[in-house]
T-cell receptor, first 116, second 109 residues
Framework: GAVVSQHPSRVICKSGTSVKIECRSL??????MFWYRQFPKKSLMLMAT?????????EQGVEKDKFLINHASLTLSTLTVTSAHPEDSSFYIC????????????FGPGTRLTVT | GIQVEQSPPDLILQEGANSTLRCNFS?????LQWFHQNPWGQLINLFY???GTKQNGRLSATTVATERYSLLYISSSQTTDSGVYFC???????????FGTGTQLKVEL
């Protein structure tokens, strides 16, 4: 149980284009989904928290217009990197939680984004 | 905000050896999770351990919340244990997590 998928697993795009990453909870309803960014040999950095049907809450320093997050259903959240630049290249990981009280999060396999 | 430090940052073991990974946090927490990130990037939940001790096979974890630390024990290590181990604690209300600095483990034959 508690399986989270991400698609695509890796993507290469050109500077200036936009790319969408999907995060799905496969066997539970995710009231909250989280998006993280991880640089090589570094820890995970929380970018934003999204609750189904409401606007995402972004962490300080994360540009909401650059990283568009949509959580339209209890099983799907999307992260769109708009007008991508090489510095946006990174490993993006989503997680999902089905409760506000237990704090447990289940993680997707990650998406490796390379912007050329 | 809360600081979460892990030690050691890097660890190389021979297969079959035991190890202890430590997670220190700077403020009181009411839960803590341990994760293993495999070489392909997937994070795997190991333990949800607000306090006390839990065991799962060759792994066990102990959290002493009053002293603000948690320990992850790996016994009879195997090459498949290689990867990065993170602890994470809740912060900022809701169920946001702050991740520790990580321990990179390599188990060699």
């Amino acid at each position: 149980g508690a399986v989270v998928s991400q698609h695509p697993s890796r993507v290469i795009c050109k500077s200036g284009t936009s790319v969408k990453i999907e995060c799905r909870s496969l066997d539970f309803q995710a009231t909250t989904m989280f998006w993280y960014r991880q640089f090589p040999k570094k820890s995970l950095m929380l970018m934003a928290t999204s609750n189904e049907g409401s606007k995402a809450t972004y962490e300080q320093g994360v540009e909401k217009d650059k990283f568009l997050i949509n959580h339209a259903s209890l099983t799907l959240s999307t992260l769109t990197v708009t007008s991508a630049h090489p510095e946006d290249s990174s490993f993006y990981i989503c997680s999902a939680s089905n409760s506000l009280s237990t704090y447990e999060q289940y993680f997707g396999p990650g998406t490796r984004l390379t912007v050329t | 905000g809360i600081q979460v430090e892990q030690s050691p940052p890097d660890l190389i073991l021979q297969e079959g050896a035991n190890s202890t990974l430590r997670c220190n946090f700077s403020d009181s927490v009411n839960n803590l999770q341990w994760f293993h990130q495999n070489p392909w990037g997937q994070l795997i939940n190991l333990f949800y351990i607000p306090s006390g001790t839990k065991q799962n096979g060759r792994l066990s974890a102990t959290t002493v919340a009053t002293e603000r630390y948690s320990l992850l024990y790996i016994s009879s290590s195997q090459t498949t244990d290689s990867g990065v181990y993170f602890c994470a604690v809740p912060t900022g209300g809701g169920n946001k997590l702050t991740f520790g600095t990580g321990t990179q483990l390599k188990v060699e034959l």
